[in-house]
């Protein structure tokens, strides 16, 4: 780990040890102030009280998203509303500065259509080699737990073998995003392919691994190769689009979270084409996605014009190449 080194390092230090005294997670924290570390360290600045105009120049230099910016400026100034606390300082340096301009943001929004061809494309690279057949079938259930069950990346990777109720066709997910537990229904389609998985699994495993999705006899997948899976499954779709920045607005690449956006984008379109209200399913959708709160879900409605955003984004583009 590395160490602070300017002239604020023992108040860096202090601040860090009474934030986790507090049960807050410090590592953006301290990734954050590392980097005005740093700086201090390159400009050569003596210790004293350093002045806004010297926090102006520093946000100059961050080559990061405006939203990137923000989030780093709070905590920095966090960090001195504690200097003040402890009479380090009299006034906040950051207090008056205002925050960037933020970009708005489009998410990658798989269609009902292309997530069935991505499926397809991540099934049709499972080797039927027996050295590589229950990795790649493993990877492969990976992938459609995302895309059917709308789990985070890091979800089904944890899962354990008990964690998966055969009889109920249900997963359990244990404390992972705001160490939440929750036991969901698996799609029968799901079902049919994980019981399939579980029959060959036990076929070639002599050893038992805890995990339900393996790599081998002793490792469960991870996840950087799950994200070279996907990311491969995505041009053999032909659907990969680079990050565009076009205006305000952001259209993002297809990710592996994209697959976790457009399960409940699609699932709240469904409702809302055969006339039912999409607000009255955000609680229920909440708690099967692992929400805090349903509010957090609520953001997915802007994006069930998922069709009318890709439009804008190929006129744009569009407009942007014959410039």
């Given at each position: 780990m590395?160490?602070?080194?300017s002239?604020?390092?023992?108040q860096?230090?202090?601040f860090?040890a009474y934030?986790r005294?507090?049960?807050?997670?410090i590592?953006s924290?301290?990734?954050?102030?590392?980097r005005?570390d740093?700086?201090?360290?390159?400009?050569?600045?003596?210790p004293?009280?350093l002045?806004p105009?010297?926090f102006?120049?520093?946000r100059?230099t961050?080559?990061m998203?405006p939203?990137?910016?923000n989030?780093l400026l709070s905590?920095?100034r966090?960090f001195?509303?504690?200097?003040?606390?402890?009479?380090?300082?009299?006034l906040n340096?950051?207090?008056d500065?205002p925050p960037?301009p933020?970009?708005?943001f489009?998410?990658?929004?798989?269609s009902?259509?292309?997530t069935?061809q991505?499926i397809?494309?991540a099934?049709k690279r499972?080797?039927?080699?027996?050295r590589y057949?229950?990795k790649?079938?493993?990877?492969?259930?990976a992938?459609?737990?995302?895309a059917r069950?709308?789990l985070r990346?890091?979800?089904p990777?944890?899962?354990q073998l008990h964690?998966?109720?055969?009889?109920?066709?249900?997963?359990y997910?244990?404390?992972?995003?705001?160490?939440k537990?929750r036991?969901?229904?698996?799609p029968k389609s799901?079902?049919?392919?994980?019981?399939n998985y579980l029959?060959?699994r036990?076929t070639?495993?002599?050893?038992q691994?805890p995990?339900l999705?393996v790599?081998?006899?002793?490792?469960?997948?991870?996840?950087?190769?799950?994200?070279?899976?996907?990311?491969?499954?995505?041009h053999?779709t032909g659907?990969?689009r680079?990050r565009q920045?076009?205006?305000?607005?952001i259209?993002?690449?297809p990710?592996?979270?994209?697959?976790?956006h457009?399960?409940?984008?699609n699932?709240?379109?469904?409702?809302?084409?055969r006339?039912?209200?999409?607000q009255?399913?955000?609680?229920?959708l909440a708690?099967?996605m692992g929400h805090?709160?349903?509010?957090y879900t609520?953001k997915?409605l802007?994006f069930?014009?998922a069709?009318q955003?890709q439009?804008?984004?190929?006129f744009a583009?569009?407009?942007?190449?014959?410039k």
């Amino acid at each position: 780990m590395r160490n602070f080194e300017s002239f604020l390092a023992p108040q860096f230090n202090d601040f860090i040890a009474y934030r986790r005294d507090l049960g807050y997670s410090i590592k953006s924290t301290r990734s954050y102030l590392l980097r005005l570390d740093r700086y201090v360290i390159d400009q050569k600045i003596k210790p004293g009280l350093l002045q806004p105009s010297f926090f102006l120049d520093f946000r100059n230099t961050l080559k990061m998203e405006p939203i990137s910016v923000n989030h780093l400026l709070s905590v920095i100034r966090v960090f001195f509303n504690f200097m003040v606390r402890t009479d380090c300082y009299t006034l906040n340096p950051l207090k008056d500065i205002p925050p960037l301009p933020e970009y708005s943001f489009a998410p990658f929004i798989f269609s009902p259509e292309q997530t069935d061809q991505f499926i397809e494309a991540a099934c049709k690279r499972i080797r039927k080699e027996p050295r590589y057949y229950l990795k790649d079938f493993s990877e492969y259930m990976a992938i459609l737990l995302m895309a059917r069950c709308g789990l985070r990346i890091k979800e089904p990777l944890r899962l354990q073998l008990h964690h998966y109720r055969c009889r109920e066709k249900s997963i359990y997910i244990e404390k992972t995003k705001f160490n939440k537990d929750r036991l969901i229904p698996v799609p029968k389609s799901v079902t049919a392919d994980l019981d399939n998985y579980l029959t060959v699994r036990d076929t070639l495993l002599a050893d038992q691994n805890p995990y339900l999705l393996v790599r081998n006899r002793q490792k469960r997948l991870n996840d950087p190769r799950l994200r070279f899976v996907f990311h491969r499954a995505v041009h053999d779709t032909g659907i990969d689009r680079p990050r565009q920045v076009i205006g305000s607005m952001i259209f993002a690449s297809p990710m592996p979270h994209s697959l976790r956006h457009s399960f409940a984008v699609n699932l709240l379109k469904r409702i809302k084409e055969r006339g039912d209200s999409p607000q009255h399913a955000l609680p229920v959708l909440a708690t099967y996605m692992g929400h805090r709160i349903y509010q957090y879900t609520a953001k997915y409605l802007k994006f069930i014009d998922a069709e009318q955003r890709q439009g804008l984004f190929d006129f744009a583009r569009s407009k942007r190449k014959n410039k």
